[in-house]
């Protein structure tokens, strides 16, 4: 497993509100990442298991940075890919919720439940090691903050 050669801004990027990072905070993380990569070296990748860390701490425009890199990796159509639309996806939704875009959180909540589903259309185990229940923790996460944002 790759040691987690990031470290997060000590704020959140939010457009518009707060400064965004310098791409530089994240090349290290993108290092090494190609096409072709086996899954299980991507699941290991710092952009990877950076993109975790920044969604667990709710650094919602850094995940996506951190998760689209890998995105690009994947094969097109893969249960990996669709995995990790689902996670762009949320990423992106909390982003919105946190921006007060209720409605577009929204909108972009379902995106990621139906790229979720067609992840595990054919599979029961987890992908990238990660189960259906995990991501959809992370959705009703956004979900409640969506919700706390719209009062």
């Not at 790759?2 to 518009?16: E, F, N, Q, R, Y």
């Not at 669709?82 to 909390?94: D, E, M, S």
Request: charged share 25%; with cysteine; glycine share 6%.
């Amino acid at each position: 497993m790759s040691a987690l050669v990031l470290t997060l801004p000590a704020v959140p990027h939010i457009p518009g509100r707060t400064p965004r990072p310098d791409d530089a905070v994240f090349a290290a993380a993108k290092a090494g990442l190609s096409t072709g990569l086996p899954p299980e070296r991507l699941a290991a990748s710092a952009a990877f298991l950076g993109g975790l860390e920044a969604l667990n701490r709710r650094y919602y425009w850094e995940a996506h940075e951190l998760f689209e890199a890998v995105w690009l990796c994947l094969p097109p159509a893969s249960a990996e890919r669709h995995l990790l639309r689902a996670l762009i996806q949320t990423a992106n939704a909390g982003l919105k919720a946190r921006m007060g875009r209720r409605p577009a959180a929204g909108r972009i909540c379902a995106l990621a439940r139906s790229a979720l589903a067609e992840a595990f259309l054919h599979r029961d185990g987890p992908i990238l090691g990660l189960t259906r229940a995990d991501v959809v923790d992370q959705l009703e996460r956004v979900d409640r903050e969506t919700q706390a944002n719209a009062k």
